[in-house]
C-alpha cells in the first residue's frame, strides 16, 4: 500500500521522522512510563537506538511506517509522539503509538489515530489492528472510540518489561469504519 510521508489533522501534522527529532525520541519514549506500556521499546533507552530506528526507516530495512505527530502547524510542540502502522498480513495492518509524558490526556493521539485510519482504508488496507495492555486502560478507550472492537485476549512481549504482558486484540475491518470526518 502507498502510503503518504505526510498526513494532516486539526492540531497535527503527522510526518516522517527525521534525525533532528533524536533526542525527544529518546527523552520521551525512553521514558520507562510511556516504553513499558509498548512492545518493541526498550527501558532503559540505548544511547543510538533513536538515530538507529530513524536510519532503518529512512533506508527501508524496516516494514513499518511511522509518523511524528507535529504539533507546529497549531503552535505546539515539534515532537508530541509517534505512530505507526506495520503490515500484519494479507491487507492488514497494526497499529501503535505513544505519546510523550507533558502530552498525555490531550486528545493528540486520538487525533492521530482518526487521520490515519481514513488514509489507510483510501490505501485499499481491509483491516486494521491494534493490542493493548490490559493494564493500560486509556490506551484501550482510544482505540476504542476510533472504532476499533475489542476482541480476545493475548500474551504480547514487552521489551522493556521484559516479560509477557496480557494484552487485547482490537480489530476494525474497513467495512466497519466509522466516515471521516
Known sequence: AFLPATIPSPRLMLRAPRRSDAGLIRLYAGDPRVARMTESIPS???PGAAEDFIDGLASGRRSDHVWIMDGTPCGAAELIGAISAQPAGEAAFRLG???GPPFWNTGYASEALASLIPVLFEAGVERLEARVFVDNPASAHIVARAGFVAGRRVEVYSVAR?????????TLERADAPAPG
Open 44 to 46: 532503559p533507552y540505548p
Open 162 to 170: 521484559g516479560e509477557m504482558v496480557p494484552a487485547r486484540a482490537f
Open 97 to 99: 503509538y505513544w505519546v
